[in-house]
């Protein structure tokens, strides 16, 4: 499903103003995300950019945008697993990317505020309302989200709800438009509504 907008499987109430996807999270993408994540092989990450530009319309997704987030780990989670997965992908998006009107990122741009449970331990009810989710943007950066036009950055979108939150936090702390471009989805289960 390249470059699949995803605004059909948000809430009318939505955070995030805009959601692109490069493919759906499935076979081979989902096995690749796992040895990305979990078996510390960080050279997908610039093989997962690389197909996210490649997807239709992807260069006029930076179009506007002013500052560019990963999501964000806790200190415990990123000592856990020794290095920050949507992190390494901003950095290979950004290195790939078109030079002129590059955004800039920054790392620390929202902070988890608790470990919670693992999101991908547990079923789609619970991940909704896990308060592992909760994050604020850094008050380091306040002047920088006042109007601006943020775009997070993440590896998979299941439920969706690490995304709104994000997206809640910044646009509390002033950011006017929120968007998000991950590498895969889950798609929309059939006859059971979207994810």
């Not at 009318?12 to 979990?38: E, I, N, Q």
């Not at 994000?166 to 798609?187: D, F, I, Y």
Request: hydrophobic share 45%; glycine share 6%.
């Amino acid at each position: 499903m390249s470059g699949s907008r995803c605004e059909d499987c948000w809430p009318s109430d939505s955070a995030l103003d805009a959601t692109w996807a490069a493919v759906d999270y499935a076979y081979p993408w989902s096995g690749l995300m796992a040895r990305y994540k979990f078996r510390n092989e960080v050279a997908w990450a610039s093989w997962f950019a690389h197909a996210m530009w490649q997807a239709p319309g992807a260069s006029q997704r930076w179009a506007g945008v002013d500052w560019v987030v990963p999501m964000p780990m806790t200190p415990n989670r990123l000592s856990e697993r020794g290095y920050h997965p949507a992190w390494l992908m901003t950095q290979a998006l950004l290195a790939q990317g078109p030079r002129p009107n590059k955004p800039a990122a920054l790392a620390d741009g929202l902070v988890r505020l608790s470990d919670g449970e693992h999101q991908h331990d547990l079923p789609r009810a619970k991940r909704m309302v896990n308060p592992g989710l909760a994050c604020v943007a850094h008050p380091r950066h306040a002047t920088r989200w006042l109007e601006a036009h943020v775009m997070l950055i993440d590896d998979v979108c299941t439920t969706g709800a690490s995304l709104q939150a994000a997206a809640r936090a910044l646009k509390q702390a002033g950011a006017a438009q929120v968007s998000a471009w991950v590498l895969a989805r889950t798609p929309p289960r059939r006859g059971l509504g979207p994810l």
